[in-house]
């Protein structure tokens, strides 16, 4: 089964407004990773939190953990048109040698 | 700086058939792995590799076999091809320090007949 879960699964908001997805997962981390895709493309590394930090921003990326609660929430704040994508979180495995995604939530903003 | 590539970027099968996906990365990475994505399945881990010699299944790898030919290259072989397999498939590469990005390539996208 995937270890990480994003909520919602699909979202759709105006330019200029705030997206948020969240994710969950069910063993203890080292770290959790958020990437976008773009429709057909491969994906891309946006942003790396550490088990011992609670939030780390990227320009317009805001990301928290919980790791009591074993959940993650990516922030897009002033989204773009351009941020229509698919985002994922992804963890390690508990030897830290594979990488498992979440089923990955889709981003549709419109101008 | 080419990252991942991977070959072929489209490909059709009949049912039975055999073929491989080629995987390869000029960034000296340790870690390759083989995913798939389906609709609203998101990407789903079918074999990877931590380091040159050594390959392990992930959540899917029934179907699959892999090669780790040597530390730039990950192959992904269906023996005989099923409707079910047929997907996008995604290879990517991770340097060796905990937690590092992963690089993915463009995609193969896979039909079986």
Known sequence: SQQGEEDPQALSIQEGENATMNCSYKTSINNLQWYRQNSGRGLVHLILIRSNEREKHSGRLRVTLDTSKKSSSLLITASRAADTASYFCATGNQAGTALIFGKGTTLSVSS | ?113
């Open chain 2, 1 to 113: 700086n080419a990252g991942v590539t991977q070959t072929p970027k489209f490909q059709v099968l009949k049912t039975g058939q055999s073929m491989t996906l080629q995987c390869a990365q000029d960034m000296n990475h340790n870690s390759m792995y083989w995913y798939r994505q389906d609709p609203g399945m998101g990407l789903r881990l079918i074999y990877y590799s931590a380091s040159e010699g050594t390959t392990d299944k992930g959540e899917v790898p029934n179907g699959y076999n892999v090669s780790r030919l040597n530390k730039r290259e990950f192959s992904l072989r269906l023996e005989s091809a099923a409707p079910s397999q047929t997907s996008v498939y995604f290879c990517a590469s991770r340097g060796e320090i905990v937690g590092q990005k992963a690089f993915f390539g463009q995609g193969t996208r896979l039909t079986v007949v």
